[in-house]
Structure formats: structure tokens, C-alpha cells
């Protein structure tokens, strides 16, 4: 398939919706990442967390995971993701109670409760 870029903005509009994205800024000077979820029913869906690689592994990803789940406490009944089987941030999601539910060949499927302590 070959690659066309009006292809892939209209996708990308299709995709990514502003009011779902919120950018992580750090004492309030510097953006160093972004977090984007979704509700879907009774579950809130994580598309995507990125913190920027000069910022990760020193708690801004938990932190962001903690004000997140309380933030949404009460909206929704548990938390899902998508994660790429080879991707370091399976343990991170790990760590923060989330399990494996279902897996691909390349992708894993994560849940965790709501209730449970991030």
C-alpha cells in the first residue's frame, strides 16, 4: 500500500479527537508529554501515554496514572489499554494494576479496576 499524506491526515482527524488529550506539563513551564483517553460505556480506554524521553523514570507517568484514576473514580468501572507486546511500558501498566487480558500476536490487552489503588 502506498503512502499518501491526505490518506493519512484525514485518518489522523478521524482518529484524534482534542477534548480527549491533555498535555502534561511540568511545573507548569514545560510540555514533556501528553496523555489521551477516551470513555467508552462503563470503561475509560488509555490510547496513549507518552512522556518525553528526558523525563521518563522519574514518577511523572505515575503520577499522571494517579491524578487520572482518581480524576475519572466513579466514571467508569475499570481502565483498558493496548500495548505493544516488545514495548517497556508493559510493566509500567503492570506495576500499576493492570493485567492481561487478552493478547495478539504482536499486541497485549491490559485492564485494571477502577476501585483498585494506583
Do not use: C
Not at 65 to 76: D, I, V
Request: glycine share 6%; hydrophobic share 40%; aromatic share 10%.
Amino acid at each position: 500500500m502506498e503512502w499518501v499524506d491526505q490518506d493519512q491526515e484525514a485518518q489522523f482527524a478521524r482518529l484524534w479527537r482534542p477534548d480527549d488529550t491533555r498535555i502534561i506539563t511540568l511545573n507548569g513551564e514545560e510540555d514533556i508529554g501528553w496523555v489521551e483517553f477516551r470513555p467508552t460505556g462503563d470503561e475509560l480506554f488509555l490510547k496513549q501515554l507518552y512522556i518525553s524521553p528526558t523525563h521518563r523514570r522519574r514518577g511523572v507517568g505515575s503520577q499522571v496514572m494517579r491524578l487520572l484514576l482518581e480524576e475519572q473514580q466513579g466514571m467508569a468501572q475499570s481502565m483498558a489499554l493496548f500495548v505493544l507486546k516488545n514495548n517497556p511500558a508493559f510493566r509500567f501498566y503492570q506495576r500499576h494494576g493492570f493485567e492481561v487480558v487478552r493478547e495478539t500476536h504482536t499486541t497485549l490487552v491490559m485492564r485494571r479496576a477502577m476501585a483498585e489503588a494506583a
